[in-house]
């Protein structure tokens, strides 16, 4: 838990919510925060001890303990971007996340939308800018319309996302998207019924959670409204039967085509009746207010049972 991103907070929080959750009599279970700076175990008396990274083990009272599963709940670098999976491959230890390719793409919103397109799969129209490139207002506005969505192309839990009404207003846009990443999308404004929708894979197959409605008293779902309480999440959402089949169909169908393990959480807007994707989270939030563990308690899994599922399966790999 923790990361070097803005998210390390909401990470934390997640952890501990494993961390508490998981079952004492079954698991040996331990907090290990990763930092830039730092990569520790704290005990309970939050107590530090260094992590050795040449084989991920820890040194606590003259004993060195190793671990056999992580179960990774860093959301942003380097728990959401590839990095952690690709140290975990290196040192053959399983973990509950996707592996390091799909990690790394579907962190890159631009890229895992590129990869999807060809599928069928619809999304928002969209233009790219990099740190750098000259801003050219005009063609923005031709592509994506107005109002549209200035994101930051590598971030999650909508740092760096600002929803623009005014041309005048893109530059400031773009530089608070620059704050979190080297790289931009900007997305047409899809107006309609906004979903989410959490693909697990559970005791061997992919399942497709309960879907949720997300309602936000904000101008879109935003920070506020995802961690402070300025949003509904109606869990199942109220939509048409058809409505449900065709985002139910598509979110499996993502998660399959990107050979996906682990959990994911993945937003859809409808548009015309049609799901159109804007992103997919391989780290969602794990927190009892998160959506996918409300999604999966609506399914009868409890947090318990979920996270206990996420390290079968990893140990299973």
Not at 191 to 218: F, M, Q, R
């Amino acid at each position: 838990m923790g990361g070097y991103s803005s998210e390390y907070k909401i990470s934390l929080k997640s952890g501990h919510v494993v961390f508490e959750s998981l079952d004492p009599s079954k698991y040996n279970a331990y907090r290990i925060h990763i930092f830039k700076d730092k990569w520790v175990y704290v005990d309970a008396n939050d107590a530090e001890f260094p992590i050795d990274k040449n084989d991920f083990s820890v040194r606590v009272a003259n004993k060195t303990i190793k671990f056999d599963c992580v179960f990774n709940a860093i959301h942003g670098s380097p728990g959401e971007d590839g990095i952690m999976q690709a140290y975990f491959k290196l040192l053959n230890i399983p973990h509950t996340s996707c592996g390091m390719y799909q990690a790394s793409l579907t962190f890159n919103k631009r890229d895992c939308l590129s990869v999807l397109k060809p599928y069928g799969i619809k999304t928002a129209e969209s233009f790219y800018i990099n740190l750098g490139d000259p801003i050219n207002e005009d063609a923005i506005v031709n592509k994506v319309g107005l109002p549209c969505f200035v994101k930051a192309n590598k971030a999650g839990s909508s740092f760096g996302i600002t929803k623009v009404h005014k041309k005048e207003k893109l530059q400031d846009a773009i530089n608070v998207a620059f704050k979190e990443d080297d790289e931009i999308i900007i997305e047409s404004f899809l107006d309609g019924i906004e979903v989410s929708v959490g693909v697990i894979t559970y005791k061997g197959k992919t399942k497709v959670l309960p879907i949720t409605e997300i309602i936000s008293d904000n101008d879109f779902f935003d920070y506020e409204a995802k961690y402070l309480g300025k949003s509904q999440e109606i869990t199942p959402a109220r939509l048409t039967k058809a409505q449900e089949d065709k985002v139910h169909y598509i979110a499996k169908q993502v998660y399959t085509i990107l050979k996906m393990t682990g959990f994911s959480r993945s937003e859809f807007i409808f548009k015309d009746g049609e799901p159109h994707l804007l992103e997919m989270n391989t780290v969602p939030g794990l927190t009892k207010e998160s959506i996918l563990p409300q999604q999966a308690q609506v399914a009868g899994i409890s947090m318990s049972a979920l996270f206990d599922n996420a390290i079968e399966e990893a140990l299973k790999q």
